[in-house]
């Protein structure tokens, strides 16, 4: 089993719906985060948290809202989906010793919003 | 902020072909340096990564990758490639340090390799 788990994989929405991406890990890792990669642009970041009480915005976190409902999970939300957040989503861990900044990623999940 | 800079978008070569990916990264202190390789419909992968010490690296695959700290480079290497290589690199950079949180991402370099 994949240690860092995302669902949906695939996705297909309309304009306007909400939507949620679930990520779960058994690392034991304190940080998560959840990046978009988007072709010829890398991976960019939209939130991480360090903890259960720890939110931060990321560089590109307009019209996404997050929920670490557990140390272990961390899920991803658009309000109201509109066509270019069409993406890959990758959720991703760390731990915090040494502060290596070192990631692990999810399969990710692909989203497309019509 | 720091930021990362890859060279080329596509490079294609074919098999036993030797690779060199360059990276730059823009920050003047410590830093933290990592290679991730995306296989076709897969997640990224660490490749390699350099804290501190040597500064060439030995990663998996047969890659390896040199940290020169004076041209703010970290230029990934393998001698000879394989079809099974073909992916997309990304080059990645953070802050070293206790209250390092974030990975800043190159946007990569996708390798073609021909049989």
């Known amino acids: 089993d994949a240690d860092v788990t995302q669902t949906p994989r695939n996705r297909i929405t309309k304009t306007g719906k909400r939507i949620m991406l679930e990520c779960s890990q058994t690392k034991g890792h304190d940080r998560m985060y959840w990046y978009r990669q988007d072709p010829g642009l890398g991976l960019r970041l939209i939130y991480y948290?360090?903890?259960?009480?720890?939110?931060n915005k990321g560089e590109i976190s307009d019209g996404y809202s997050v929920s670490r409902q557990a140390q272990a999970k961390f899920s991803l939300s658009l309000e109201s989906a509109i066509p270019n957040q069409t993406a890959l989503y990758f959720c991703?861990?760390?731990?915090?010793?040494?502060?290596?900044?070192?990631?692990?990623f999810g399969e990710g999940s692909r989203l497309t919003v019509l | 902020a720091q930021s990362v800079s890859q060279h080329n978008h596509h490079v294609i070569l074919s098999e036993a072909a030797s690779l060199e990916l360059g990276c730059n990264y823009s920050?003047?202190?410590?830093?933290?340096l990592f290679w991730y390789v995306q296989y076709p419909g897969q997640h990224l992968q660490l490749l390699l990564k350099?804290?501190?010490?040597?500064?060439l690296v030995k990663g998996i695959k047969g890659f390896e990758a040199e940290f020169i700290k004076s041209k703010f480079s970290f230029n990934l290497r393998k001698p000879s490639v394989q079809w099974s290589d073909t992916a997309e690199y990304f080059c990645a950079v953070s802050i070293s340090g206790a209250g390092s949180y974030q990975l800043t991402f190159g946007k990569g370099t996708k390798l073609s390799v021909i049989p």
């Open positions: 350099y804290f501190s010490g040597d500064p």
């Open positions: 948290s360090f903890d259960v009480k720890d939110i």
């Open positions: 991703a861990t760390s731990g915090s010793q040494g502060g290596t900044g070192e990631l692990f």
């Open positions: 920050y003047g202190g410590t830093v933290n």
